[in-house]
């Protein structure tokens, strides 16, 4: 038994976890089974992951989402029966939404009974190669217990057994760690279902625009804005372990970097320095936080300790050279970043020390907001040929660009903890119902250019920024 930490911006308390023993076949379940289950041995061991035993990987799980199965978790009755249902819900549309998976249609359901072992032979006649099934019992008080398991339908072995205990508020936070136990399991990579999204929410009319600090699950629910507009916000990045923000605030109009603690929301500014601070990120280790400060008609990039002190500058703004958007490479080796030293925005790396400069952006158009993916494989920026903008990605060194969406205006890509998907802001020409600014939403594509998706936001949304996975 051991305990999964909570999240300071829920007020979630830890979750305790329990690995459950492998279900075993008595007489009863062999018939309950059918004689197929006779050649495949008496013990539902934790067999190998369905990647492996049904050769899934996820370039085939782009071409083929895996067919999977969610019947509604067995409840007792009332509340514990809606939360088996509830949780069963947001597991679908987690897996869904990844354009990995295809939940089958519960209509199509030959048996949904709760007995320990599945009939396999009834998913199996349906097309399912996964199955979840799984049980909420109420602890007493405001506590509840999930346990489900992860099936693999073609060889009769279960996969996973995980029971988790919980007050009933973390139902939402225990359905998407169940779905990134089935992503992992299934695919071999971690998932990244339960993290959050930091952005910012915009309102009012684009000439006099509201910019509030915005943080919501990824999948756009518990949103809950965080400051209240009073001062424009701007560029929000989270901490790497902490429940910590860093973001450009412009309070008492003087644009400066601002850290917010999520769980106390306190505010604090990080030093008081001449010109501007800008684009802030934190390093790998959350130590120290680069950003941008402007320097005469210049800004260069320095680096400062989270806990105070002196800033270390990084590069160098003479010649009125606007060096912007670092961020560090996710061994903390390497810092990309845009500049206009060369006549025109392109983006660069250099060394996290600051020497070694090398531009590697040689594409048409200028490009701008260089983010390093978790994976350290990939460069994600924002490009602008023309009158057009679009999000791509390229290796470190510059080579195998490619262009992932393309639109009249999208910018500022953030990756997802596992670097599997990019999320973005798009605005478009068409105006909003006040008929007075033009619209903007956060969207989300896989690495690949498949599987954009828009996010549903109360009010228009920009500057996203993916949050790790929980310690």
Known sequence: MNSIPGQAAHGDAAITRT???????????????????LAGGGLILPGRALAQSAEITVDRARAEPIPIAIPNLVGAGGETAQLGRDIAGVITNNLARS??????????????????VPNFANWKVIGA?????????????????V?????DILPQTQIQGTAYTATTSNWRRIAHIISDVIYERLLGEKGYFDTRVVYIAGSGPRDRRVKRLAIMDQDGENNRFLTDGSALALSPRFHPTRDQIAYMSYVNNRPRVYTFDLGSGRQQMLGNFEGI???????????????????????EIVQIPVAGGAPRRLTDAGGGAIDVSPCFSPDGQQIVFESDRGGEQQLYVMSASGGGVKRISFGQGRYATPVWSPRGDLIAFTRMTGGSFAIGVMRPD??????????????????APNGRVIMFWRETPARDARGSGFSSRLVSIDITGFNERQMTTPTDASDPAWSPLPA
């Open 19 to 37: 690995d459950l023993p492998p279900r075993y076949f008595g007489r009863r379940s062999l018939v309950a089974a059918g004689a197929g289950l």
């Open 99 to 116: 354009g990995l998976f295809r939940a089958i249609d519960r209509a199509a359901f030959v048996s949904q009974g709760a007995g320990d």
């Open 129 to 145: 190669q996964a199955l979840v099934t799984g049980k909420v019992d109420s602890q007493g008080g405001d506590r509840v217990r």
């Open 147 to 151: 346990e489900f398991r992860l099936w």
């Open 277 to 299: 601070t800008l684009s802030p990120r934190y390093s790998p280790d959350g130590n120290s936080i680069i950003m941008a400060q402007t320097r005469g008609a210049g800004s």
């Open 398 to 415: 510059g080579s195998g660009e490619r262009i992932l969406s393309e639109s009249f205006y999208v910018e500022g890509p953030t990756f």
